[in-house]
């Protein structure tokens, strides 16, 4: 009988995630670098095609930019006074419902018959205020 032969093991390079992650960024570097070259052609022919001045369409843009950004603005404002509304009534509704689940787990107590910390505290300290005049009482005899 011959033995089956063992398959050589296959060394395969490990890569770690710093070197993926400089690898995709290359990568996103470079498509963004190709995007940005295949549009400023397109537009170059688009402006050349509708017979529009690069200077002008570049005024126009810039105009159209200031109120894109004027926009951007007012609605961030707007976002922004609605979060801090929404907050501030995000902090009085947990504290509502935080009261009515102290009051619920009071009330569950006293219905099985258990004691609060609060209880058994003030117990443990009557207790130990009893042992010391026990104590006390012991010594004088």
């Known amino acids: 009988m011959t033995m089956p032969k063992r398959k050589k093991a296959t060394t395969r390079k490990?890569?770690?995630?710093?070197?993926?992650?400089?690898?995709?960024?290359?990568?996103?570097?470079?498509?963004?670098?190709?995007?940005?070259?295949q549009m400023e052609k397109q537009v170059k022919v688009l402006l050349k095609?509708?017979?529009?001045?690069?200077?002008?369409?570049?005024?126009?843009?810039?105009?159209?930019?200031?109120?894109?950004?004027?926009?951007?603005?007012?609605?961030?404002k707007q976002v922004e006074a609605r979060l801090s509304t929404l907050q501030t009534r995000v902090h009085k509704e947990r504290l509502v419902v935080g009261r009515r689940v102290d009051d619920a787990v009071k009330?569950?107590?006293?219905?099985?018959?258990?004691?609060?910390?609060?209880?058994?505290?003030?117990l443990t300290r009557k207790v130990?205020?009893?042992?010391?005049?026990?104590?006390?009482?012991?010594?004088?005899?």
């Open 49 to 76: 095609k509708n017979n529009i001045d690069p200077r002008e369409a570049a005024a126009a843009l810039k105009k159209l930019g200031a109120r894109v950004e004027k926009g951007r603005k007012k609605a961030l």
């Open 128 to 141: 130990d205020e009893l042992s010391r005049k026990i104590d006390g009482l012991k010594r004088r005899r």
């Open 14 to 37: 490990i890569r770690g995630t710093g070197e993926v992650l400089r690898e995709a960024w290359v990568t996103t570097q470079r498509a963004l670098v190709s995007a940005e070259a």
């Open 107 to 122: 009330a569950a107590l006293a219905t099985f018959n258990i004691p609060s910390r609060k209880e058994v505290a003030e």
